[in-house]
């Protein structure tokens, strides 16, 4: 499997942002993806996650904020970011934790 994330830019408080990350290989509907973050200075944390079967779970710093999502037709996951606030600046990361693979990360900043 091979990720790459797309859809990270600029944006004020209050924004909204639907990243992308594209999965290459055969296995994607099978496995569990996940986004996470990580600000300067601050360790990585996991913002969202999608079981093979739809089931996420969010972080509770991001519920009813973000949304994550899967099409395992597109092989692809997007997060939906609504609200956005001056912390959620971050390099955003997709990840296929149990394959142990990354994506070279997007990022995103929020700024007024």
């Known amino acids: 499997v091979q990720l790459v994330e797309s859809g990270g830019e600029s944006v004020q408080p209050g924004g909204s942002l639907r990243l992308s990350c594209v999965a290459s290989g055969s296995i994607f509907s099978t496995i569990p993806m996940a986004w996470y973050r990580q600000a300067p200075g601050k360790e990585s944390e996991l913002v969202a996650a999608?079981?093979?079967?739809?089931?996420?779970h969010h972080a509770d710093f991001v519920k009813g904020r973000f949304t994550i999502s899967r099409d395992n037709v597109k092989k692809t996951i997007y997060l939906q970011m609504n609200d956005l606030k001056l912390e959620d600046t971050a390099m955003y990361y997709c990840?296929?934790?149990?394959?142990?693979?990354w994506g070279p990360g997007t990022q995103v900043t929020v700024s007024s």
């Open positions: 999608i079981a093979s079967d739809g089931t996420t």
């Open positions: 990840a296929a934790v149990t394959e142990g693979v």
